[in-house]
């Protein structure tokens, strides 16, 4: 395995993904270089609980990748823990520095995902505007009410995990548009184990199953499938673009104004329509440094590939 401190800030960054609507804890893995690995540890975990049970404790925990998760897994719940109140705030006091900082690691890891593709072809072609597609509706689609009962928490959770393993597609995102976006996250402040317990057995249970599902696809049409994860890079842009209006609003469990349907604008636009800094040099610095992110930790990953090829 990995350096674990290393594959635990990387958790950290998965978490805190995954806490902002419109940004995949996905995204962070598969530009750190542990996708495919996550994956694969995922899906074996059905097959290592069989062997869990007749008695071959070794063998399940190394067939399930059980260091690896559980690092991962301590990073994500620690960063969800600690940064929920910190990115809420953020989101709320300095929304444009921050959607423009995910905007530019989005937009350099989908070109990262498609650079990964061996050959273009119609069909990578077709498969790729099926995940731009796919990922712009769901971005402009319209909130439902889900209801706050145990079963619809637990069917959330299952959809919600998905979309979070998904480059491109926010878990918390889906859980706005099922409008328990702010329960969940609420329960999570205010540690009610209830709620929680509900949510993440829904959680389990569809990662168990999607990762087996996306993990396959990988391995035997790698190339069309990485053209759809590229497209709904591309496509989940619309949600992080840092300049909005918002058109409709509605009250939260706690009786505050959040927004429901936003549209995009342009700088210029956004400071006109709304009296506020458009924040441009700041917001093109941010998305810099994203971009400057995402290639720094590529060529740190490439230069230890090569030092252990070379130590071979």
């Known amino acids: ?10 958790g950290v960054a998965m978490g805190a993904a995954d806490v902002v609507p419109g940004v995949s804890g996905g995204t962070v893995a598969f530009i750190s270089g542990i996708y495919d690995e996550l994956l694969r540890s995922i899906a074996s975990i059905p097959e290592a609980a069989l062997q869990l049970l007749r008695g071959r404790v070794v063998k399940a925990w190394q067939m399930a990748n059980a260091t690896f998760l559980l690092v991962l897994l301590s990073g994500i719940l620690t960063s969800v823990f600690s940064l929920a109140r910190l990115i809420t705030w953020l989101l709320e006091h300095h929304p444009i520095p921050v959607w423009s900082f995910f905007f530019g690691l989005i937009l350099v890891s989908s070109h990262l995902v498609a650079r990964e593709i061996g050959r273009w072809n119609w069909t990578r072609v077709l498969s790729f505007v099926l995940g731009g597609a796919f990922a712009w509706w769901i971005t402009v689609a319209s909130p439902i009410q889900w209801g706050h009962d145990p079963l619809s928490l637990f069917l959330a959770g299952a959809i919600a995990i998905c979309a ?19 329960l969940v996250l609420g ?17 389990l249970v569809g990662i168990l199953s999607f990762a087996r599902l996306l993990s396959w696809l990988l391995a035997r049409f790698r190339d069309l499938t990485l053209a759809f994860l590229t ?32 549209e995009n ?20 610095l941010l998305a810099v440094a994203g971009v400057v992110l995402v290639l720094g930790l590529e060529w740190l990953a490439g230069r230890k590939q090569r030092a252990a090829g070379a130590g071979e």
Do not use: E
């Open 187 to 203: 329960a999570v402040k205010s540690l009610d184990i209830a709620v929680l317990a509900v949510f993440a057995a829904g959680c």
């Open 164 to 182: 979070m393993i998904l480059p491109g597609i926010s878990g918390s995102f889906l859980l706005v548009l099922m409008g328990l976006y702010s």
């Open 1 to 10: 395995m990995q350096n674990p401190f290393l594959l635990f800030a990387k």
């Open 265 to 284: 604008l342009w700088p210029l636009q956004f400071a006109q329509q709304s009296g506020q800094d458009a924040q441009l040099l700041a917001a093109i």
């Open 231 to 262: 497209g709904l890079m591309l496509g989940s842009l619309n949600k992080v673009w840092p300049w909005k209006q918002t058109l409709t609003w509605r009250a939260d469990s706690h009786g505050q104004q959040v927004p429901v349907l936003q």
